[in-house]
Nanobody
C-alpha cells in the first residue's frame, strides 16, 4: 500500500511562491504516474500536473503552465510542485496522488492512492 504525505502548503500573497512536497512510503515499478490535484471549496478535484515515475515526462493543466513545475527525486521517493506567480484562484487544498494506470493522468478517478492534502491560500 503506497502512502503519500504532502507538506509545504501555507498562506502567500499574490505573486508569491510555494513548494509542495509529496513523500511516498514507496514507489514500486507498478506506479506509472504521480500527480497533483487541487480542490477549491464547493468544487470538484481539478488536475494540476503529473509526472511519469520512469522517464520523468511532465504534464500540466493549462491554468498553471509556465507558473508551476512538477519534479521528482527518485532517491527520496518524493515529488515536488514548485508554484510561482501564485494567484488567488490557485487557493485550494492540494492533493498528491499516484496511479498504476498508463491512461487518464488528468482524471482523478484514475488514481489509486491519495495523500491527505495540504492547504494553499493566496491572498489578494
Amino acid at each position: 500500500q503506497v502512502q503519500l504525505v504532502e507538506s509545504g502548503g501555507g498562506l502567500v500573497h499574490t505573486g508569491g511562491s510555494l513548494r509542495l512536497s509529496c513523500a511516498a512510503s514507496e514507489l514500486p515499478a507498478s506506479i506509472y504516474v504521480m500527480g497533483w490535484f487541487r480542490q477549491a471549496p464547493g468544487k470538484e478535484y481539478a488536475f494540476v500536473a503529473a509526472i511519469r515515475r520512469s522517464g520523468g515526462s511532465t504534464y500540466y493543466a493549462d491554468s498553471v503552465k509556465g507558473r508551476f513545475t512538477i519534479s521528482r527525486d527518485a532517491a527520496k521517493n518524493t515529488v515536488y510542485l514548485q508554484m510561482n506567480a501564485l494567484k488567488p484562484e490557485d487557493t485550494a487544498v492540494y492533493y498528491c496522488a499516484a496511479t498504476k494506470k498508463s491512461y487518464g493522468r488528468s482524471w482523478s478517478q484514475s488514481y489509486d492512492y491519495w495523500g491527505q492534502g495540504t492547504q494553499v491560500t493566496v491572498s489578494s
